[in-house]
C-alpha cells in the first residue's frame, strides 16, 4: 500500500495476511517539538510498539485532513495527530487549529461508521519522549481492541470520491 506524505513522497507499507494481523497506525507529527519528543523516546530508549508509522509535518495545523481519510481508505487501522502543546506551536495556534478540525472530523467520521478508538490526537513537547512512548502505545492498544478496519470505510470512501469526480 502506498502513502503520500505532505511533501508528496511515497512509502510502501506491507500488507500482511489475516492471521497475523497487527494493528497499523499513521502516526502525523509536528517536525518542531513533537517529533523531537518521539526522537528523544527512541535515543532514551523508551519502549513503544512498532506498528507506529511516523509522517513528519511542518506543524499539526499544516496537515490535511484528506491524509487522514486516504489513510483509512488505504487499510490503515488507526491514525495519530501529534502536536506541539498548547503555547508552543511556532506558528500561533496551528495545533489548536488541528485540535478542532481533528475533533469535527472524528465526529463526522463516527457517523458514517469509524470507530472514534480509531482517530486520536495528542500534544507531545520537545523533552516528553517517555508521553510519546505511552501515547503511541495505548493508540495501539485502543485500534487492536476494535480489529483491523472494516472494508465498509473503504468502500463508503471510494463511493463518495467517485461521485464527486462523476
Ligand atoms: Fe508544532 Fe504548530 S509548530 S503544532
Redesign the pocket.
Known sequence: MTIVDQQTSTREIETPPESDWEPRIVAFI?????YTGADLAGTAGAQYPPNVRLIRV?????LDLLFVLESLQRGIDGVLVV??PPD????GE??LL?QRRFRLLKGLLEHVGVEPGRLHFSWVGASEGPKFARVASEVVESVRSLGPSRTLVRGMYAASRSALVE
Do not use: K
Not at 58 to 62: E, H, Q, Y
Not at 88 to 91: I, L
Open positions: 509536528c517536525s518542531w517539538c513533537s511542518p506543524c499539526a495545523g499544516r502536536g506541539c508552543h506551536c511556532h506558528y496551528g495545533n488541528a
